[in-house]
C-alpha cells in the first residue's frame, strides 16, 4: 500500500514521535547513521545473543576481550560484568564511546573496561586473547589478515551473523532471539604461530 505525500509524511512524523517518546527504542531498533569511513552501520546486538557469543568464545577471567565495533558497549560490559574478563570497545562513533563509558560505569566495571573512538582497521589486536565482531562480511574479510597476524595461538575470534570467507570456523552456533529471529554465531581459534 503506497501512502500519498502527506499521509507519508504524517506517518513519518508518527514514528519518529515514538522513538523520542519510548526510551531506548532508537538504541535498540534502528541503526545509527554513520560517516564514509565506517565499515558497518550500528545495530545492538539482543543480550542473548551477546551472552551466546561470549559464552562460545569460551570467555574467563583470564581473557582481554577486544570489541571491534562496539557500539554502546554491551558486549564489552557483560564480559566484564558475568565472566570478569578486561575488555577494550573501539568504535569509531564519538558519541557511542561516551554512551558506552557512562553504561560501564553504571555497571559497575569501568575498572574493567575501556572504550577508544578509533578505526578497528588501525588497531594493534596483539594483546587480545578474545576479538568479537559484528560488522559485515567485507569487514570481516579486510580484518582477516589482521586477526590471522596479530594474535597469538589459542585467541579466538567470534563474529555474529557474519562469515570470514575460505577461513573455515572452528564452530558454528544458532541463536533463537525471542522475536523468533535466528542469528548465527562463527567461532575460529588462531593456531598458528605468528610470522
Partial sequence: MRLKPSR?????ALAAAILVLIPGCRDLTLPAPRDKASLAPYVASMEIVVERLLQLAEIGKDDVLYDLGSGDGRIV????????????????????VQRSTEYARRA????????HQQDVMTVDLSPATV?????????????????????RPGARVVSHDFDMGDWAPDAVQQVLEESGTTKTLYLWRITRPKK
Fill in 108 to 115: 559497575g566495571v569501568a575498572d574493567l573496561v575501556k572504550f
Fill in 77 to 96: 560490559i557483560m564480559a566484564a560484568k558475568h565472566f570478569g574478563a578486561r575488555g577494550v570497545g573501539y568504535e569509531l562513533d564519538g558519541e557511542l
Fill in 8 to 12: 507519508r509524511a504524517w506517518a513519518l
Fill in 131 to 151: 576479538v568479537t565482531i559484528y560488522l559485515g562480511r567485507e569487514a570481516n574479510l579486510k580484518l582477516r589478515p589482521a586477526l590471522q597476524s596479530q594474535l
